[in-house]
């Protein structure tokens, strides 16, 4: 199988990379492409390593740097500014980009009629309403690489007729670093205290995201766009171990879950391997030393992100375009020590506030949805910091 990655050099990337050598079957994944931001020398090394045909770089000055360094040791390596080339080339397109950044290789994936492996959920949080008709095209498909969302992907096939049978989605939350805190007891945390997650290691944008419970909410929306499933049969619990990674309830009472121990490399493998499973396993639960699994409600009052979330979701159109922008505005200025953590939520709010109504048709309405918020969301910022 062609596997090509957007976003090497990030969490998802990087174990991405570890699923395919792990794979104890000689020549099993072949990494045909790798695109990259800036970390010039983790991709030269990537690619030194993995020999794809083409390493896909945005930046000038960055991709200069690749295409000299490449040039010496791997003439054979194209290095380009298309990120195009990683549909044409593979048969699978992991789409690791942090943040807005990932909808352009979401659109070309899907257009390119590939299996989009989708690690970025922003994308289709921002333009749901414009990815959605891509599905339709014949070979194009989306597996989720978000832990939850692979959960509820496996949990609906116990269904042939999932829309019909389905009661409700249960997203499970760890909480995060914060759980079981008062909004008082936040007001002055610090950006390291953020980026201690108890269960899950991923990076510091989705770290932050899932300190706020904005992780969940984006979540919620992303359910809703991937699974067809109306915000009301979408539900949140707090499950601090991380080991249940989602339900779907049915009509006839029962729950389906999915369980293993929290390792995104599983996820990752689904996609690739989907519709059957890997051969690698990315651990097994000792149930002895488990011995239980503890479930319970969100603190709404003091994540007050998660509904910020259902309502964007619930008003559609651009609202979830807006909401996204929003946080990712919020949380730079909060990792940059500019905003403090408990104005994340406000930020968003008021950002909101002035949101226009719009209904995206074209890629260009949802780049000017994005445009728009980031302007407000950063006029926001100004006023604190
Ligand atoms: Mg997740």
């Known amino acids: 199988m062609r596997v090509a990655i957007a976003g090497s050099t990030g969490s998802i ?65 194209e290095v380009v500014d298309d990120a ?74 116990s269904s042939q007729n999932y829309a019909r049978d389905i009661s409700r989605i249960l997203l499970t939350a760890s909480g995060g670093p914060f759980r079981g805190r008062s909004a008082k007891s936040l007001a002055n945390v610090s950006v390291q205290d953020a980026l201690q997650h108890p269960t899950w290691s991923m990076g510091p944008k989705i770290t932050v995201d899932s300190s706020t419970l904005m992780n969940k909410g984006l979540e919620v929306i992303e359910a809703h766009e991937l699974f067809g499933v109306s915000y009301d049969a979408i539900s949140v619990v707090v499950h601090q171990q991380s080991i249940v990674h989602s339900m779907v309830e049915f009509r006839d009472g029962a ?7 929290p390792d995104m490399k599983l996820p990752i493998a689904y996609a690739l391997e ?30 007050r992100c998660l509904d910020l979330a259902y309502q964007a979701g619930r008003i559609g159109g651009t609202a979830p375009a807006w909401l996204s922008a929003a946080n990712e ?13 408990n104005q994340i939520a406000s930020i968003i709010e008021s950002t909101m506030q002035h949101h226009d109504g719009q209904i995206p048709t074209t890629v260009d309405d949802i780049l000017e949805a994005d445009r728009l918020a980031r302007t407000w969301a950063a006029k926001m910022v100004a006023k604190i910091v």
Not at 89 to 104: C, E, K, P, Y
Not at 288 to 302: G, I, N, Q
């Open 255 to 261: 729950t389906i879950a999915q369980l293993s121990m």
């Open 274 to 303: 989907f519709p059957n499973r890997s051969a690698d396993s990315f651990g097994a639960i000792d149930w002895a030393e488990l011995s239980r699994l503890d479930f319970e409600k969100p603190d709404r009052d003091t994540f």
């Open 84 to 157: 195009t080339q990683l549909a044409t080339l593979a048969d699978v397109v992991v789409n690791g980009v942090v943040g807005f950044a990932g909808l352009s290789v979401t659109m070309s994936t899907l257009k390119g009629g590939k299996r989009l492996a989708l690690a970025n959920k922003e994308s289709l949080i921002a333009a749901g309403p414009v990815v959605a008709p891509l599905r339709k095209i014949a070979g194009a498909e989306i597996i989720p690489i978000d832990s939850e969302h692979c959960a509820i992907h496996q949990c609906l096939r």
């Open 13 to 77: 990337g990087k174990q991405t990379l570890d699923v395919v050598r792990a794979a104890g079957e000689a020549g099993k994944y072949q990494v045909v492409a790798l695109s990259a931001n800036s970390s010039v020398d983790e991709v030269v090394a990537q690619a030194q390593s993995f020999k794809p045909k083409v390493v896909v770089i945005a930046d000038p000055a960055a991709r200069k740097k690749v295409a000299e360094r490449l040039k010496l040791s791997d003439p054979k390596i």
């Open 329 to 341: 505005i919020a949380v730079e200025s909060f990792l940059a020590e500019g905003v403090k953590w």
